[in-house]
DNA sequence: CTTTTTGATAAAAACGTTTTTATTGACTCT
DNA sequence: AGAGTCAATAAAAACGTTTTTATCAAAAAG
């Protein structure tokens, strides 16, 4: 028993293929009765259109692809979560391709398996590659990259600025001597935090103090590490606060001050970013800056549709970070003595 | 500019469409020279060839597909990713199609646009769908149901094994009273693990008490009112351990005891299942049964291909889950009296 | 020296659709 | 009454591939 295309519903109901088609995809040219009655015959084979041979013939899928090289934690099913959610709205559907391999990403991509695609990958697509999209006139949005490059789209979030308000908000609780625990300076985001808190530093004229700049890697072990053996060299100078990279440095800083027999936020301030699921349940709670994931999703999206509807140019878009006060941060206090 | 094709390449190589498609496909008639040509004209042009064509003639994509009505939590993203990694293992992509509307996952389904599916979500698919799938050999394999049916693979968790084995584990912390959270009657999962609790009273020849069978929905907050309630209607006749639904409703739970000046794990075991991500995090630590995600993912990815290739007929496999003790466990102590 | 075989390439058919164009027969004009 | 419109349907072309079949010259076989 093959597979039914259009032709058995043709013999079976005895008109053209033309007309069949016609009747599936309710054009209005034919009678009544003949459609009706082709539907009926349709639905009694049970048959269900080949997307292959409908694609290839139409040029378009309705479908949206989201391109990226893994799909693990949190960032990720919430990008997706909301992505799919606006698809739906705008009558897309969505279809993520879990790959690391560039080829076939750009397989996918340019052998239009859909009408256009949202891109998160570290590595791989460059220049040339984005260069042959635009000469295929594909529709793009990344998340991961600015793009200066137009007819791309792309939406990412301000981290610059995220680092420039944590910084400030620290030094509003009267903090002055405020750490900085660095991520992966090879990461954009990375880099991004820690300019916005060096200019911060900068504006409301605090010392920028180059031991005050730890490198925690955005791990917890690496930064209780970095942290205790800051510790350990200054006793003397231990910072108001910490500025960790992102939240999961943030919790292992605040085992190393605990260790010391530092109690936060009495004695220390510490804040990360990203606000992680387990950042409300941390003891204490973690103060972060979050980022508007499901923000990010639902844009891109629109974003990509519109300019798949020639209704919109590619364009660039930054994303605020959003402050999320809990119980790691403190007005500053005067500090009782190391025990 | 129009897209590069096949048709394009021959012109520009000065040779037929079909010593082209040899070339690009290596099949092994042409001379070397000629191929060698076709190849770098190919690459000139940047030709890159249209899947949908492709598609449509040899019928097989190399691509599976993941069906779900979400992909929301750490449950669908340990799932999609450990399916991904095997994916790229076995030599296949992997599409995740994220929608609610059920016509739209069977029209892509045997609309062919992948080579076999995964299939999780909750509403919707019916024997009668499966039936039609079943009637177009479509290969399948299914994550959230037992299928009888044959010829469909389903890889599920076997809940009522982890109900027996958690609380065979309570009791051989020499506790007596166990009490039991339920999650929501309507769903398979919930109704299995309370089975599996029974069963274990039932062995060991506990008695099975109305009272202590509490109905959670898998909420914190609901667990909580009513543990909370029952402690206030029950106050001599507390559990020494409350098994509960699931980690969320465990959390509540020992809130609720905490709230009641009970200690846990000294005064009260609680448990609950899945270990969610904050689990170890929780205080205390919460003791749960795990379900090996990763293993199910791969498993539906291995069988699945399995089944493509013809190797292996579709089956209904169980998993195990997986005791995970932490700190709100405990042996039995003799219990000080309520503050 | 003709007939076969072989090697390399080209032509044509096929996949399942949609879309464009053609073919009817019935109706409406003047 | 003949030409022109119209409604309904059919036929054919097209989408971009792969695969099957055909072609044709050169080499091998007799």
Redesign the interface.
């Known amino acids: 028993?093959a597979?039914i295309t259009i032709k058995d519903v043709a013999r079976e109901a005895g008109v053209s293929i033309s007309t069949v088609s016609n009747a599936l995809n309710d054009v209005d040219v034919l009678s009544p009765e003949t459609k009706a009655h082709i539907l009926k015959v349709a639905q009694r084979l049970?048959y269900?259109?080949?997307?292959?041979?409908?694609?290839?013939k139409s040029g378009t899928t309705k479908m949206l692809g989201f391109f990226t090289t893994?799909?693990?934690?949190?960032y990720?099913?919430?990008l997706?979560?909301s992505m799919?959610r606006q698809?739906?709205r705008l009558g897309y559907?969505?279809?993520?391709?879990?790959?690391?391999?560039k080829q076939?990403i750009?397989?996918?991509i340019?052998?239009?398996?859909v009408d256009g695609v949202i891109i998160y990958e570290e590595l791989g697509i460059d220049e040339q590659d984005i260069a042959?999209m635009k000469?295929?006139k594909i529709k793009a949005v990344f998340l991961d990259r600015v793009l200066e490059d137009e007819g791309m789209g792309s939406i990412i979030f301000d981290s610059y600025e995220s680092g420039y308000e944590a910084t400030k908000y620290l030094i509003s609780l009267g903090h002055k001597r405020i750490a900085y625990i660095s991520g992966v300076d090879t990461m954009f985001d990375s880099v991004q935090r820690k300019e916005g808190y060096l200019a911060a530093l900068r504006e409301y004229q605090l010392p920028v103090e180059e031991e005050f700049i730890l490198q925690g890697y955005f791990e917890e072990d690496s930064t209780y590490n970095a942290v205790k053996s800051y510790l350990r060299l200054h006793p003397a100078r231990v910072p108001d606060a910490f500025l960790a990279g992102n939240d999961i440095s943030a919790m292992g800083c605040i085992q190393a001050l605990k260790s010391y027999g530092y109690e936060v936020p009495q004695d220390v301030s510490v804040m990360g970013f990203d606000d992680i699921?387990?950042a409300p349940?941390?003891?204490p709670p973690l103060t972060t800056v979050r980022n508007q994931i499901a923000r990010q999703g639902m844009l891109a999206i629109d974003h990509l549709v519109r300019m798949i509807q020639d209704k919109e140019q590619g364009a660039a878009q930054k994303l605020q970070g959003e402050l999320v006060v809990r119980g790691s941060s403190h007005v500053k206090l005067e500090r009782k003595d190391r025990r």
């Open positions: 028993m597979k049970n269900v259109p080949n997307l292959n041979g409908k694609l290839l893994s799909v693990s934690g949190p990720f099913y919430k997706v979560e799919s698809c739906d559907g969505l279809n993520v391709f879990v790959t690391k391999d076939v750009m397989s996918n340019l052998g239009r398996r042959a000469k295929d699921d387990i349940y941390y003891s």
